[in-house]
């Protein structure tokens, strides 16, 4: 009499608790995470994945909503020891892949990464993750975000990353990379990316092919940059950051035309000669310094250049007016 209510109940129970039968996840994408968690060797962030559950619950990973395939991995601020396991690659549906704040993260940039074509956000940054920066990247057509930034990233930047054309965002700043910024990324083709190439090792003068392009921020700091960098302005620009500082730049920047939208402009520590030009007293700059460089002249009196204080101006040729002391 009772046995039919009892079986029904016990089909509910299993219903509930056995994985196999209300699971979202997609078991290839389940069993490339675990083979993941073993490559890293069982570490603490990742022990809600355990195979008895849903993979789409587990902790550093999302699945689509409709397929339930895993389009995210981001894994920041663990104790991840080891290198970026090759299993990233059967991931096929990732769009955000994500490595942050991970210290003891070493090796290369996983090859495997290259399988997945759907990424649109990849994130290895803050790591010890050292070797180049490989051109399979330029492949990865759907890239809207790449941050490389705060490795050991060493070689040359390759040129073809400019095939990127739906890039909104390129850092590959502190890192250890040497060589000339490609001419390439004066051909950005679609989307303009705004640029973070600052704290590297690059030599050579600035491509003349960077003025072409429109950047809404361009931050080539801290590198061996020589040469004219003039053409990156323009009354046409949209530009509104551009940080040149800390590099052997020379250039009359007397000469020079600033796009109205410039809003934080850093030169110091370069060589340039010439005088402010008077124009700049138009601009609205959040942030400027002109410091350590060759200029000579009035500091031109108006627009923001009087609210800031001399550490702006200071160690130039001759550069009087205030904020300094009143020329003679
Ligand atoms: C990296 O590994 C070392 C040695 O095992 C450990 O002491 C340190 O806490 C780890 N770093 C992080 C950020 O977890
Ligand atoms: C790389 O590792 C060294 C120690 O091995 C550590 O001092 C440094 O902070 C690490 N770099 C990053 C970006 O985590
Ligand atoms: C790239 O993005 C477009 C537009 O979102 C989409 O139609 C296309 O399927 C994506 N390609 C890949 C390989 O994900
Ligand atoms: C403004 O931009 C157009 C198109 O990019 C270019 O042909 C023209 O020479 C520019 N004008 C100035 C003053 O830079
Ligand atoms: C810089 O350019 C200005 C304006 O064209 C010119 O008058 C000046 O002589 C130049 N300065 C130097 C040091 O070449
Ligand atoms: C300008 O740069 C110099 C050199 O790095 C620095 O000492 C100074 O504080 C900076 N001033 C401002 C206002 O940013």
């Known amino acids: 009499m009772h046995a039919p209510i009892s079986l029904s109940l016990i089909i509910f ?20 995470l675990l083979n993941i968690k073993k490559a890293l ?35 920041f601020a663990g104790d991840l020891p080891g290198q970026i396991p090759a299993a990233v690659g059967d991931l096929p549906y990732l769009e955000t892949l994500m490595f942050h704040k991970l210290t003891n993260l070493t090796g290369p940039i996983q090859p495997s990464i290259a399988n997945l074509k759907h990424l649109k956000s990849l994130d290895i940054s803050w790591t010890n993750i050292s070797g180049s920066v490989p051109d399979f990247i330029s492949q990865l057509s759907n890239l809207t975000f790449l941050d490389l930034s705060f490795n050991s990233l060493s070689g040359s930047i390759p040129s073809s990353l400019s095939k990127l054309q739906n890039l909104d965002a390129l850092h590959l700043d502190r890192n250890k990379l040497t060589g000339p910024i490609p001419d390439s990324f004066g051909k950005f083709k679609g989307q303009v990316p705004d640029l973070y190439l600052s704290h590297n090792q690059l030599s050579g003068k600035i491509p003349d092919s960077l003025g072409n392009m429109d950047f809404n921020a361009i931050d080539l700091s801290r590198n061996k940059l020589e040469g004219d960098a003039s053409f990156l302005f323009g009354s046409n620009k949209t530009t509104f950051k551009v940080d040149l500082s800390r590099n052997m730049l ?12 410039l809003s934080s402009l850093d030169l110091n520590h370069n060589k340039l000669f010439g005088s402010i030009p008077e124009k700049m007293t138009s601009l609205s700059l959040q942030l400027f310094n002109v410091s350590y460089n060759r200029l000579c002249g009035k500091i031109p009196v108006g627009g923001s250049l009087q609210s800031f204080d001399y550490s702006t101006y200071f160690h130039n040729r001759c550069l009087c007016g205030a904020p300094l002391e009143s020329c003679k």
């Not at 129970?13 to 490339?32: F, G, I, V």
């Not at 060797?41 to 999302?62: A, F, M, R």
């Not at 689509?64 to 894994?75: G, H, Q």
């Open 13 to 32: 129970m299993t219903t509930l608790l056995s994985p196999s039968l209300s699971e979202r996840c997609n078991p290839n994408d389940k069993k490339a």
């Open 41 to 75: 060797n069982n570490p603490y962030i990742l022990s809600s994945w355990n195979p008895d559950y849903d993979c789409c619950g587990w902790y550093c990973v999302d699945c689509d909503s409709t397929t339930n395939r895993i389009n995210s991995l981001t894994i």
């Open 250 to 261: 020379e250039f009359n920047l007397s000469k020079v035309v600033f796009p109205k939208s």
